[in-house]
């Protein structure tokens, strides 16, 4: 292995070990989201505070999940493709390298 797919690779495992000593979740094992420590503090500090606006749709954790994972999944696809047509366009085409090196003998 290269120094620096060592480097990486000891990175990846520092960052691993790290997550597991200073973790987001509470004592109970609940991880707080972000939605739910802005209301908390909302609350706590504007006692007079009333909401303007309430949801259209409740959905359940379940459903909330599956489109959180369905949007992901979506993006990275799209993510995928876009670096693969840069990919594409940046190598040159693999009939025109064949080519060239048929001509220069090799192969």
Request: hydrophobic fraction near 45%.
């Amino acid at each position: 292995m290269s120094r620096l797919t060592q480097g990486l690779l000891a990175a990846c495992v520092l960052v691993l070990i790290l997550t597991a000593f200073v973790s987001p979740w509470r004592a109970d094992g609940e991880f707080p989201g972000a939605d739910a420590l802005a209301k908390a503090y909302i609350e706590e500090t504007h006692v007079d505070y009333q909401p303007w606006f309430s949801s259209v749709v409740e959905l359940s954790g379940e459903m909330e999940g599956f489109l959180f994972a369905s949007q992901a999944a979506l993006g990275a696809g799209l993510l995928g493709y876009y670096l693969g047509l840069l990919h594409r366009r940046r190598r040159p085409d693999r009939e025109e390298l064949y080519a060239a090196r048929h001509r220069e003998g090799g192969l």
